[in-house]
């Protein structure tokens, strides 16, 4: 059986909307929005105000109805240069060696790891506060020109949504995170196909696909344990957010910092300092200790005080009911 997804063709005046929509620079952007309300409002609101969601939906009779509007093409065309230039433009924060290890650099850039990301309400991999604070690190970080990589997980329910009865009686609804409909993409193999780390679990082999999620100029990679590689069980560790019993929190965290670690070696990055939100990554740490040990030759202790000194640490709930 040969699976594949069937898309909408854009008419040609409105094919950089499909580059706009898969970069959520396009979130806070004054005016960005408006392009993909003004496309169809009913569709806008249905969707989620999900624009790859809304540019797979609308009808062939609406998208061909903008594509002869002058007007609407020339904002298209305008806000998709203002993209590009933002891109490409000069960074404005200008970066100075300590002369203390790496030098901060594209190539050696921050790896910022969260368990959660809220960078829109269209990509539910966040549950309130502590995600809206990393979400809007990496959007700060693109806006500066901070050379800023993300860490997370891609949960496919997301967070848990709440609706009120008409008794007023909290019920959870169930939320599926289509990766097709959102504005990522599969990360790939030089051959092209789809690149998996393995992770050792005390009794079996865990693999975890990566997924790119393009904010502005900084990338954020999620890592997703529902592949066709893995027992049905372990699909449902990165299933949703917080979600499962004790164990499952503990191998969304092994997940989120030992294979953080290893996908960023895989790809090919070398960060230059590590920072972590909250201690849901606090496995990063020993992973990075175990790594300079065993393949840099460095001596415990020696590999320990590297690591401290490339190490930052925030907490959001300084309280222990808002810590494992």
């Known amino acids: 059986l040969t699976t594949f997804d069937v898309g909408t063709a854009l008419p040609r005046p409105l094919v950089p909307l499909e580059r706009v929509a898969n970069n959520l620079w396009w979130c806070w952007d004054p005016e960005a929005p ?3 309300a ?4 009913e569709i806008w609101d249905r969707c989620g105000h999900n624009p790859v969601a809304l540019l797979e939906q609308a009808p062939r009779s609406v998208l061909e109805e903008k594509a002869n509007d ?5 904002r298209v065309e305008m806000i998709a240069a203002r993209l590009e230039a933002y891109l490409g433009g000069e960074r404005p924060l200008r970066l100075e060696n300590s ?4 030098e901060l650099s594209i190539e050696h850039p921050i790896a910022y790891f969260s368990a959660e990301f809220g960078l829109h309400e269209s990509l539910r991999i966040y549950g309130g506060g502590l995600g809206i604070l990393a979400g809007d690190h990496l959007k700060s970080a693109s806006d500066l020109g901070l050379p800023l990589v993300g860490i997370g997980l891609f949960y496919r329910m997301g967070y848990v949504k709440q609706r009120l009865t008409a008794a007023g009686e909290q019920t959870q609804v169930d939320f599926q995170n289509d990766p097709h409909l959102l504005p990522m993409e599969c990360v790939r193999t030089a051959e092209g196909a789809p690149l998996e780390i393995a992770l050792q679990l005390p009794s079996r082999e865990l693999h975890l696909r990566a997924w790119r999620v393009r904010v502005g100029r900084v990338s954020l990679y999620l890592l997703d344990a529902d592949t066709p590689s893995n027992r049905e069980e372990d699909r449902d560790i990165t299933r949703l957010l917080y979600g499962g019993d004790q164990e499952n929190r503990l191998l969304q965290e092994l997940v989120l910092g030992r294979g953080g670690e290893r996908l960023l070696r895989r790809l090919g990055i070398r960060p230059a300092a590590y920072h972590i939100n909250e201690g849901h990554a606090a496995f990063l740490m020993p992973a990075r200790v175990a790594r300079l040990v065993g393949e840099e030759g460095l001596t415990f202790e020696a590999a320990r005080e590297f ?6 640490f925030t907490t959001h ?4 009911a808002g810590h494992d």
């Open 317 to 320: 709930t300084p309280v222990p």
């Open 99 to 102: 002369g203390d290890g790496i």
């Open 38 to 41: 003004d496309l169809s409002r």
């Open 34 to 36: 408006t392009l993909f």
């Open 307 to 312: 690591v401290r000194s490339t190490t930052v």
């Open 70 to 74: 002058e007007a609407y093409v020339a």
